[in-house]
């Protein structure tokens, strides 16, 4: 089972903005990163850090954390933003070993 | 620009020992990162299975580690998967990826690091 817990699937109206969730204990102290896979594709970092976007990422993409939850938010969601998404972080017990959430699976109305 | 590319045998035994290579361009290994092997079988999520880092230290899951190699190659840059006494359970696509080294925001007191640069996985059944 996964240490990192994600909602299994969330739904957004286009141009609309919506926060894709995910709980862990280590995110008390390490931040998540987000990863966006579409179907047949590798995955694409998307977020890293506190709220880092690697280059050629749209500024719609966004992330925060508090507590034991980080959260990615896409403000005015595209068509294309459809996708999963997943988070990744250190594993509770750390010296590292790293886990993926579940997975989201974002659709865009 | 920094590429990975994933090979091997797109077809393994039940029992046999599954092997992947995955060949580095554009950053050479031995310059630093973490490179590490993740997994997804179809219709399911991502799983980490293990990383190495280029000095040799490795890391793996534990649910995989009594089965798992991670070896690299510095003077071919590149680095390898070999995971043994496979079963159907093993199939999956399975994915390299370059991961940073942890850094340690001094503002708010939390690491962090990403897999940063992925290759485009390479599709192995296990079937006999």
């Known amino acids: 089972s996964s240490e990192l817990t994600q909602d299994p699937a969330v739904s957004v109206a286009l141009g609309q903005t919506v926060r894709i969730t995910c709980q862990g204990d280590s995110l008390r102290s390490y931040y998540a990163s987000w990863y966006q896979q579409k179907p047949g594709q590798a995955p694409v970092l998307v977020i890293y850090g506190k709220n880092n976007r690697p280059s050629g990422i749209p500024d719609r993409f966004s992330g925060s954390s508090s507590g034991n939850t980080a959260s990615l938010t896409i403000t005015g969601a595209q068509a294309e933003d459809e996708a999963d998404y997943y988070c990744?972080?250190?594993?509770?017990?750390?010296?590292?070993?790293?886990?993926f959430g579940g997975g989201t699976k974002l659709t865009v109305l | 620009q920094v590429q990975l590319q994933e090979s091997g045998p797109g077809l393994v035994k039940p029992s046999e020992t599954l092997s992947l290579t995955c060949a580095v361009s554009g950053y050479s290994i031995s310059s630093g990162y973490y490179w590490g092997w993740i997994r997804q079988p179809p219709g399911k999520g991502l799983e980490w299975i293990g990383s190495?880092?280029?000095?040799?230290?490795?890391y793996y899951n534990p649910s995989l580690k009594s089965r798992v190699t991670i070896s690299v190659d510095t003077s071919k840059n590149q680095f390898s998967l070999k995971l043994s006494s496979v079963t159907a359970a093993d199939t999956a696509v399975y994915y390299c990826a370059r991961r940073t080294p942890p850094y340690y925001d001094i503002l708010t007191g939390y690491y962090y690091d990403a897999f940063d640069i992925w290759g485009q996985g390479t599709m192995v059944t296990v079937s006999s």
């Open positions: 190495i880092y280029h000095s040799g230290s490795t």
């Open positions: 990744n972080s250190r594993d509770s017990s750390g010296n590292h070993l790293t886990v």
